[in-house]
């Protein structure tokens, strides 16, 4: 998995927030805006520490199983999210 796959996953959680309009409430919106700056903030780094790395993709997995009910829309999406990061070895 690429940088490329990885930022193309996170503009597609974008679309879907950005289209779900009051069906996804702020403190869900805010869990996934902080994931997707830390996400780019660990991107930017040259060498990110192995804790950093699993915590991303352990929030992304819960984030998805937390959402599955109440988000279907976005738990697709943040599986694939959280796919990719694993790819990475993130």
Do not use: W, Y
Not at 50 to 78: K, M, T, Y
């Amino acid at each position: 998995m690429s940088n490329d796959q990885l930022k193309a996953t996170l503009k597609e959680l974008q679309r879907h927030l950005e289209s779900a309009g009051p069906a996804v409430d702020d403190e869900t919106k805010n869990l996934l805006q902080t994931l997707d700056s830390d996400i780019d903030q660990l991107l930017q780094r040259q060498s990110p520490s192995r804790e950093e790395q699993n915590g991303l993709a352990e929030r992304a997995q819960e984030l998805s199983a937390r959402f599955a009910a109440q988000h279907p829309q976005l738990e697709g999406v943040l599986r694939q999210l959280g796919i990719t990061l694993e790819g990475m070895g993130i």
